[in-house]
């Protein structure tokens, strides 16, 4: 097979989607020696995400969630004679005859709509054509593959839920030692509250700052920090403002979005770890926390519960008094502590980068299959590094 695969975001926005293809791209490569991968990168991204003899790098100058990108896509792509292309960020090219294989991450573009940016919201807007175009649609978790079946009326033989996996660098480290290391460089207190994911409003940071000052207030839980790892979004300097509203200056950080190495030792070093977000089509945060063996509370709607199981506390995110008890939970009670990082591990465990890229590899195969069985076709253009 000579299968495309979309990474032009990962220049652009080194966020979830980035992080899922460039460790999807990653678990191909250890297993896939024989197929032809071209792995389209932005053209200012001059390195192969991949140094392997059957991965190819090839540059798009399309560029990304702009309104030229899909006639200048349909262009640009003729000259790979691709038997697949995945788009892992949505969106396919609409107007080629490529089959395409898309991921659709979420759909929160639909239900929290007024969370969009203009631009954001024109990208989106194509969901429904591309729905129709895609030969497959790869989903992160059973309740995103029901959303998009009710939502956009998918049919359901045509939707794979194929489950993310957080990153292998995140496993338990030694405690103490990680510790002093995260305090001397981002001057935090001894004991700390983590949340990671960009500051948007979908994340409910918002609700997370109100619940944290009700913890200060009424349960007095001595020196604890908020930290908050991620990069600027939608509406961030709301998100500041409400922490001077709320008087947690001294207690909130803000740490921006931090490299993988010093997040794994955060995630180590915090008391427990937070994601409250209104929705999410996976919620890798909560997956690496556990998988760090740092327990985690989760809000109890959309997918998370799905990811978590029985390993984490669940909240309603619009309640602040349940927020907050739970941190305080997490902070006072050591038996559920040690309870919850011991089921956190065995659940993390159970997902892996290898088996998504094994099921993944089996979607592309079934949808290659009509393309490879039609008569002989052109030879194509080989591109070369640098392209």
Request: some cysteine.
């Amino acid at each position: 097979m000579r299968i495309g695969v979309d990474t032009r975001l990962i220049h652009y926005q080194p966020a979830g989607i980035s992080r899922y293809t460039w460790h999807l791209l990653q678990a191909l490569a250890e297993l896939d020696n024989d197929d032809e991968f071209i792995v389209f990168q932005h053209r200012k991204h001059r390195s192969p995400l991949i140094q392997q003899a059957n991965f190819r790098r090839a540059t798009l100058f399309a560029p990304v969630h702009h309104r030229l990108e899909q006639p200048l896509l349909a262009a640009e792509l003729v000259r790979f004679r691709l038997d697949l292309l995945h788009s892992t960020d949505f969106i396919p090219p609409l107007y080629t005859t490529i089959r395409s294989v898309i991921t659709v991450h979420d759909l929160a573009f639909l239900h929290y709509p007024h969370f969009l940016t203009t631009e954001s919201a024109a990208y989106y807007g194509q969901i429904d054509k591309a729905v129709v175009k895609a030969a497959h649609i790869i989903v992160p978790s059973e309740y995103t593959r029901q959303d998009l079946i009710a939502q956009l009326g998918a049919p359901a033989d045509k939707v794979t839920v194929i489950h993310e996996a957080a990153n292998p660098i995140f496993r338990p480290l030694p405690f103490a030692e990680t510790l002093r290391a995260v305090q001397e460089r981002y001057g935090l207190s001894e004991r700390f509250i983590l949340c990671v994911g960009t500051i948007e409003p979908r994340k409910n940071i918002s609700g997370l700052l109100k619940a944290f000052a009700h913890l200060r207030n009424k349960y007095t839980p001595g020196d604890v920090m908020l930290a908050i790892a991620g990069g600027k979004g939608w509406l961030y300097e709301e998100t500041l403002e409400l922490v001077k509203s709320l008087h947690l200056e001294a207690n909130v950080r803000f740490l921006g979005r931090v490299p993988d190495e010093d997040l794994h030792q955060l995630y180590v070093a915090a008391r427990c770890h937070i994601h409250p977000a209104h929705y999410e089509g996976f919620g890798l945060p909560p997956l690496e926390a556990m998988a760090c063996g740092t327990p985690t509370i989760v809000s109890n709607v959309s997918s998370l519960p799905e990811v978590v199981g029985d390993a984490a506390l669940l909240v309603n995110p619009l309640d602040i008094e349940e927020i907050a008890v739970a941190m305080q939970r997490l902070l006072t009670d050591d038996d559920l502590h040690v309870e919850l990082s011991e089921k956190g591990l065995q659940r993390a465990n159970t997902f892996s980068w290898e088996r998504a890229a094994r099921r993944t590899l089996d979607v592309y195969r079934k949808v290659a299959e009509p393309r490879r069985a039609s008569p002989q076709r052109a030879t194509a253009t080989t591109p070369e590094n640098g392209l």
